[in-house]
């Protein structure tokens, strides 16, 4: 295994190491840390709490292309159905997390939570997956929209170059890191402006919606679910795409050691963040449908754009920059959390142990924001990036179901634990049915790509017992590791 200090030591006077145990200690701001021990402060309120999660799950999806569902769907009202009940379902899942973050009190996420329920092996698995490709990929896909859209006002009249949203996607990917690296304060504040760009820019589409509705403008609603009838292998796809739309709200407990008063604050903060999305979701679906028909969304490829073309004339060209600004404060947020999940691994010896210091300055987890920058640039210049989304998307779903399924196996295994704030039984059973359920249907669906990322993540198996498990490594290899 990756040796962890034995004592909190400094390492080369800049970093300094977590605690053996895994467990760090007190993490109030307001007490100074102990001589020679430094920690990650509790810097997260609710209000910032409130600004992760919604600036997470808000991103590019809904105001460029939320044509998935209604092509799964086949009509209107069957698509508008589907954007609530995907939201009521994550509003499920949220609370589930609600409850795992108030009972076990450890940032990391979906890693702590299985590590905790089901033990090493499917939590390494998880993080082996995370570090390697799906955050990767996914701050690449989401970077590369930032890119697209922060440049469409300078290219109105042509195409723009392939090469300049690269590069621009580059220089954002980097303004991440360094903010992520230099502040948890300053990322967490300017996560907070970017969350009111993104709700500013579903009231600018919100709005005029509505003023369509009072004049009515309802032409596109009536006979809502006549169309095509939707299939048995297009809705689990239609669920995937809102599902997806959704994800986010469990970011909150990759930090849940920086969040002030985590029995309070961190189920206040899912509910109300939930809520706000799920309602702005669906009322900006309406307000596509007050001026835009089916046909002509599953032909649009910027759905927002054309909707403000048609009713905002000039106005138009400062919906690109709000988008721009949301994918900003997604990669911003996905960055901020995801780090702390790779900070908990290595503390649990499942990475190199450097990812698992922190700057004694700064008290920021460095080495494990920086750690994901040159993986994020190999995707950008060369992955196929939206396919092997498609190849891992089942996998994030696969392991959040496994984590709700923990939730109910630790009430049997653990019935003492001290438990805040807790859910009824049918909600984490429901969630975590609904997760494996779409996960077995996309298998069926999509043989090809569901069944390449099975295979990656199975690769996991093999590489715990060669990195982990086996003790008698040659002496390079135990160097190249860290230990």
Excluded at 126 to 145: F, G, K, N, Q, Y
Aim: glycine share 8%; aromatic share 12%.
């Amino acid at each position: 295994m990756f040796r962890k200090a034995a004592l909190p030591t400094v390492s080369n006077g800049s970093y300094l190491q977590g605690q053996a145990n895994g467990k760090l200690s007190s993490m109030d701001s307001g007490q100074p840390a102990q001589e020679g021990k430094v920690v990650l402060k509790k810097k997260v309120t609710l209000l910032r709490g409130i600004s992760i999660i919604i600036g997470t799950i808000i991103g590019a999806g809904i105001f460029i292309s939320p044509k998935g569902i209604l092509k799964n769907t086949g009509s209107v009202g069957m698509s508008l159905t589907v954007w609530t009940v995907c939201g009521i379902l994550s509003l499920f899942g949220a609370l589930c997390y609600a409850e795992l973050g108030t009972c076990i009190k450890k940032s990391g996420g979906h890693y702590t939570y299985i590590l905790e329920a089901f033990g090493p092996l499917p939590a390494f698995v998880r993080v082996w997956v995370e570090l390697l490709i799906i955050r990767p990929a996914a701050t690449a896909v989401i970077s590369l929209a930032f890119g697209r859209y922060i440049l469409e006002p300078f290219f109105m009249q042509c195409e723009i170059p392939e090469l300049a949203i690269k590069l621009i996607t580059a220089v954002g990917i980097t303004l991440v890191m360094v903010l992520n690296s230099t502040s948890v304060s300053w990322s967490a504040r300017i996560q907070m402006f970017l969350t009111f760009c993104k709700l500013v820019a579903i009231l600018i589409i919100v709005v005029p919606g509505v003023m369509q509705l009072i004049k009515g403008e309802t032409q596109h609603f009536k006979n809502a679910f006549a169309g095509n009838d939707a299939s048995v292998m297009g809705l689990p796809l239609a669920f995937y795409s809102g599902m997806y739309a959704y994800s986010g709200w469990f970011y909150l407990n990759f930090v849940t050691e920086e969040v002030e008063n985590p029995e309070k604050n961190i189920p206040l903060a899912i509910c109300i963040s939930m809520i706000i999305v799920t309602v702005g979701y669906v009322l900006t679906n309406v307000a596509y449908f007050t001026t835009i028909s089916a046909g002509e969304l599953l032909l649009s490829k910027a759905v927002a754009v054309t909707f403000a073309e048609r009713l905002m004339g000039n106005f138009s060209l400062a919906v690109p920059v709000f988008v721009a600004l949301s994918c900003f404060g997604s990669m911003n947020g996905g960055i901020f959390a995801v780090s702390r999940m790779f900070f908990v691994a290595s503390r649990e010896g499942h990475l190199p142990e450097i990812l698992s210091m922190i700057h004694v300055r700064k008290h920021t987890p460095l080495p494990a924001v920086i750690v994901l920058h040159p993986l994020t640039m190999i995707m950008l210049f060369n992955g196929d990036l939206y396919s092997l989304l498609n190849f891992l998307s089942f996998a994030r779903w696969l392991f959040i179901g496994l984590v709700v399924a923990g939730l109910i196996y630790l009430r049997y295994k653990r019935p003492d634990m001290p438990r805040p704030f807790k859910v009824p039984l049918f909600i984490p059973a429901l969630f975590s049915f609904t997760c494996l359920f779409m996960v077995a249907l996309s298998l069926y669906s999509d043989p090809v790509n569901t069944g390449i990322g099975f295979a990656i993540t199975l690769t996991g198996i093999p590489a715990y017992y060669l990195f982990i498990v086996w003790d008698n490594k040659p002496k390079w290899f135990r160097k190249l590791l860290g230990k």
